[in-house]
């Protein structure tokens, strides 16, 4: 099976451990034994810490989104060093790229790819580009909930959701782009225009993005009707 898995930047560059990157090497050597494997990886604080700086120097919207870019390449090369000779030793920079170098048979890790969209939209266009049967999500909470459980105590997670009821998500009051880990509207229509089967996890523990091969777990993205 072919899978994409996306690693939010806030996930696997929390505190600068580098035991986070050896924990998903292992996992994903694991899944790579018997499934085509490639993965996507966020920028997290340090992406935003960098951007930052950035808008106060007063470049355009697109310069700092190709910061962010940047780094998000560099997350994808620490966690190219912790999978070693499993992984392919180059970030590729796009879509064909990263289908070229899967030709190697190993594991394909790379981060953004132009500016004006998120990882997870990278993550869903990966998955339509190379036909990935599964594309899982590892986020810093459990699923999707239908506000921010970081602020709202009584939010509820959906075990299963349709993209159209996440557009809606998106442009109520409770949720915002940018105010907690969710997807942006690019990934939501990619997932909604190839029914790509997509599941939602907390990526806190590595072992959950193999779980939802295998388990009911997090939030899954279901087809329209
Ligand atoms: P992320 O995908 O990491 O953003 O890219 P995020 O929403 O902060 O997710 P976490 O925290 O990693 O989970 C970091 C930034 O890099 C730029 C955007 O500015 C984004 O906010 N970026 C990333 C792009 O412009 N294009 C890309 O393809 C990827």
């Given amino acids: 099976m072919r899978i994409v898995v996306t690693v ?11 035991r986070r990157f050896k924990d998903y090497a292992d996992v994903l050597k694991d899944m790579s034994a018997e499934n085509e494997v490639f993965v996507v990886v966020g920028g997290g604080k340090t992406a935003r810490d960098y951007i930052g700086i950035a808008r106060e120097l007063g470049v355009s919207e697109a310069l700092c989104d190709d910061v962010g870019i940047d780094v998000t390449r560099l997350n994808a090369r620490l966690l190219i060093m912790a999978l070693g000779e499993d992984a392919y030793p180059v970030v590729p920079h796009n879509f064909r790229e990263a289908l070229e170098f899967s030709s190697s048979s190993k594991i394909i890790v790379m981060g953004g790819t132009e500016p004006a969209h998120s990882t997870d939209a990278v993550g869903s266009i990966l998955a339509e580009f190379v036909g990935a049967e599964l594309l899982i999500n590892a986020t810093s909470v459990d699923g999707l909930y239908n506000k921010d459980p970081n602020k709202y105590e009584d939010a509820e997670m959906f075990e299963e959701v349709k993209p159209s009821e996440m557009m809606k998500l998106m442009s109520s009051n409770n949720i915002q782009a940018g105010t907690y880990e969710f997807f942006d509207m690019t990934a939501i229509q990619i997932i909604k225009r190839s029914s790509i089967k997509t ?3 907390n990526g806190n523990d590595a072992q959950n993005v193999k779980r939802a091969m295998t388990e009911k777990i997090g939030t899954l993205i279901v087809p329209e009707d």
């Fill in 199 to 201: 599941v939602i996890v």
């Fill in 8 to 18: 939010g930047g806030s996930i696997i560059i929390k505190n600068h451990d580098y």
